[in-house]
Structure formats: structure tokens, C-alpha cells
């Protein structure tokens, strides 16, 4: 048996509009063709399918039962067809993202495995560099987006708000404390509670920083000449082995976990800002860009 799903296409539509003219046009060919095709798929069959008359065309005891198992068998490979030209849709899809270090190894990890988990045929190039980085390469049209802590956009940017984060005060459980520093067991500490802790943090150019250090300012210590590193991997690691107390965003709670410190949140006043994800402006959309950014934003932790 050698039917095909062309014969199957034109049973259906014959047996819907009950007329070889009508179903012929639907189906782009000659009423002549149609008739051909039909009695070549009742010859296939071994069965006559439809009763024929000058007025009008029904099906036979036979058609009937034929009907539901060529419906199912349309609808069955027009769903493989759509799901096969998904899968190469995906294959040849190639999502470009550009992100900070911190995000790039405390929340990608879990991000990209529930992305690959949906999307095994799609493909994802990662860049994990410094925000000014990331967004002239967004900017340049080499990246489809880009995700970090940016504050101001460009004209040439456009700036979509994922999630709110906080600052954190964080320490190493166990280590000697200055006077007056707050407790580690609090759940949320006032800024002026930081007025005597030993503070290390990152250079005064991190926009980031330059926050922390408003809001320093409100208890007479920004810009104080104290150590700094470059990333907050390292200044996390660095409150780790001992050597100072840090305030970094409620987005590397991933990451204290890791090193073993303690989160706390500051509050009086509460500092919270948005997290972005930046793509260039006028650029379409990148395929299944939406996606990753919702498998993206499940995977940011919460502070407990």
C-alpha cells in the first residue's frame, strides 16, 4: 500500500464539503485530478469510500470508518512537522549573551540547565566581562543581551528591568569583631550600624560602589582609603579568609553561601535597585531570548 498524505488531504476535504468541485479548488488541483486520486486511494484501500450522485457525494459505511483514522493521521504528522521544523529552528538558533562574573557563576549555572533542559537543540555562546564590556558589546551588535547591574543607558540601549535586588552586610561567622559591630544572628541591620566594622569593597569606578558609598556617606564613611579588589567573587572570598566585612547585592547570596559568610540585610534605608537585561535598540529580538530570560530570573536566589 502506497497512500499518501496528499490522497488522505483530499478524502478529508471531499468528506467535509460533500463536493468534488468545491474540495478540488480547496485543494489547488482539477476536479479530474481529485477523482483520479480518490479512486487510486478507494483501489489502495480495497473499498469504495464515498456514495457518488449528480447532486451531491456521501460517504460509504466504509468512509465512515476510514474518516477518524485519516484525521488522526493528518493531525498526527502535521504535529511532527511542526515539532521537527521547532527543532531546527533551535539548532540553528544561536542566543549571544554577555553578563558580569558574579551572575556568570552563581546564577547561569542553574539557569542554563533549565534552559538546556527545555531547549537541547539550541545554543548559547557566553562573554562573562565587566558591565561597561558587556554593553559596548551589546552596543556593537554582537551580543543579542546583555544582564547586570547597568544605570544608565545609552542612546543606542535599551534598558528591561528582571528583578529588584538589595544590599547586604556580610561577615565571617566567627571572626573578631570590632566594638559596636552588629550582630551576625540579626536579620537586618541599620546602615549606622556600620560606623566602626571594618569594610573592604570594590574600586570607586563600580557603579555599584558608587551606590554603597552614598549611602556610606550617611554615616561619614564614603570614600575612605580601604582595600579593594576588582569583582565581588574576589571580595567575597576575601571576607571569607578573614580579612574584613564587605556590602555586596542581595544577588550574590549564592555565592556567601559558597564562601561560608553571612548575609545580612541593610536596611534605614533600604537599598534596592533593579537588575536589567540590555539589548540594542532597533535589533529584533532574539528566537527563544524570552526564555532564557524567564529560566534566568527562576534561578536568582532569594535571601532566606
Not at 498524505?5 to 476535504?13: C, G, N, P, S, T
Not at 538546556?116 to 558591565?131: E, G, M, S, W
Not at 554615616?219 to 576575601?238: C, K, Q, S, V, Y
Request: hydrophobic share 45%; with cysteine; aromatic share 8%.
Amino acid at each position: 500500500m502506497n497512500v499518501s498524505l496528499r490522497q488522505i488531504k483530499a478524502f478529508l476535504q471531499v468528506a467535509r464539503l460533500g463536493n468534488f468541485t468545491r474540495a478540488a479548488d480547496k485543494m489547488h488541483v482539477t476536479q479530474a485530478g481529485l477523482s483520479i486520486m480518490m479512486r487510486e486511494l478507494e483501489a489502495q484501500l480495497n473499498c469504495r469510500l464515498f456514495n457518488r450522485t449528480t447532486r451531491m457525494v456521501s460517504l460509504t459505511a466504509a468512509g465512515e470508518q476510514f474518516l477518524p483514522v485519516a484525521t488522526r493521521m493528518v493531525g498526527d504528522l502535521e504535529t511532527v512537522a511542526a515539532q521537527l521544523g521547532e527543532l531546527n529552528t533551535q539548532a540553528g538558533q544561536v542566543l549571544n549573551i554577555g553578563v558580569t562574573p558574579l551572575v556568570s557563576s552563581n546564577v547561569l549555572p542553574m539557569a542554563w540547565q533549565a534552559f538546556r533542559a527545555r531547549f537541547p537543540a539550541a545554543k548559547v555562546k557566553l562573554v562573562d566581562t565587566d558591565p561597561h564590556q558587556v554593553q559596548a558589546l551589546v552596543e556593537a551588535g554582537e551580543l543579542d543581551f546583555g544582564l547586570g547591574a547597568f544605570f544608565k543607558a545609552t542612546a543606542g540601549i535599551e534598558l528591561t528591568p528582571l528583578f529588584d535586588y538589595q544590599l547586604m552586610w556580610i561577615t565571617l561567622v566567627g571572626r573578631a569583631q570590632t566594638r559596636g559591630e552588629p550582630s551576625v544572628l540579626a536579620d537586618a541591620v541599620p546602615w549606622s550600624a556600620l560606623t566602626n566594622t571594618e569594610l573592604i569593597g570594590l574600586p570607586q569606578e563600580n557603579k555599584i560602589q558608587q551606590w554603597i558609598e552614598s549611602h556610606l556617606g550617611g554615616i561619614g564613611r564614603a570614600h575612605e582609603d580601604r582595600p579593594t579588589f576588582n569583582n565581588f567573587e574576589t571580595l567575597i572570598a576575601m571576607v571569607s579568609a578573614g580579612m574584613g566585612t564587605a556590602i555586596v547585592p542581595s544577588y550574590a547570596i549564592a555565592a556567601c553561601r559558597r564562601y561560608g559568610v553571612r548575609a545580612v540585610t541593610l536596611v534605614e534605608p533600604a537599598a534596592c535597585l533593579s537588575f536589567y537585561r540590555i539589548t540594542k535598540r532597533g535589533r529584533a529580538a532574539a528566537s527563544l531570548m524570552d526564555e532564557f530570560i524567564k529560566a534566568f530570573v527562576a534561578a536568582v536566589p532569594n535571601m532566606p
